[in-house]
């Protein structure tokens, strides 16, 4: 089969598999932006707490914008990485609120998603993951985003070639797989990843996508579908 037919298989599998997934509640894209810069290179529950905490000490994004740089840095603490994510944020919120006058995304809904990806792009620290994290799931826009997780699992099936860097990926898989499974296949291959998939001492035998893996077809000796 082709690449465009392994993608749609694996969706299919993973919805036999595990059904159809439901994230949390959609946040408001600036929420989303916040919360998916506080993410980066930790769990989600790290995240969450830090998020939790800086909309509990700030009543609101001018708040956080304009307070001393060392508050915010406090409140985001559980996070990590808190003395770089802390001035990230704020020097993004400060450059939405010059550009556009106020602290508000929702004027990306307007915008094609190429268009509103590439604005999304231009502050320092928002890379292709967050801005289709804040697309898809903030915005309802056609964006895939490429976890350590999806670049781990989409290498070990075949669907990108082994040294398509992660920022590629995005695109490439885009194109594979459906609109409309953007947002379930995301969240089933996170998933994957996360109890089967590991990046260390993967579990194989468990793993419903066996058949169409070609990393298990090179380990285990079978042909991937």
């Known amino acids: 089969m082709d690449l465009r037919q392994q993608a749609l298989a694996v969706h299919q599998e993973l919805m036999d598999f595990y059904g159809k997934p439901v994230w949390r509640n959609p946040l408001p894209p600036l929420d989303e932006l916040v919360s998916t810069i506080l993410s980066q290179n930790t769990n989600d529950t790290n995240r969450d707490r830090a998020f939790n905490a800086l909309r ?7 708040a956080v914008r304009d307070a001393p740089e060392e508050e915010v840095i406090a409140a985001i603490r559980p996070a ?75 290498g070990r099936l075949g669907l990108r070639p082994p040294k398509m860097s992660a920022d590629q990926a995005h695109q490439h898989l885009a194109e594979l797989f459906p609109v409309d499974s953007y947002y379930p296949v995301h969240l089933n291959l996170i998933r994957l990843g996360r109890e089967i998939c590991h990046a260390r001492l993967p579990n194989c035998p468990a793993c419903p996508l066996k058949h169409l893996c070609r990393y298990y077809a090179v380990t285990f000796g079978d042909s991937p579908a």
Do not use: C
């Open 80 to 154: 990590g990485l808190a003395n770089q994510k802390g001035p990230r944020i704020q020097k993004v919120l400060r450059e939405i609120t010059v550009q556009r006058g106020k602290l508000d995304l929702d004027f990306l809904k307007d915008m094609p998603e190429e268009e509103a990806s590439a604005w999304l792009q231009s502050f320092n620290g928002v890379g292709p993951k967050t801005a289709a994290i804040v697309l898809l799931f903030s915005l309802g826009k056609p964006a895939f985003p490429v976890d350590t997780h999806i670049y781990r699992v989409s």
């Open 56 to 62: 509990a000490r700030f009543p609101t994004w001018e």
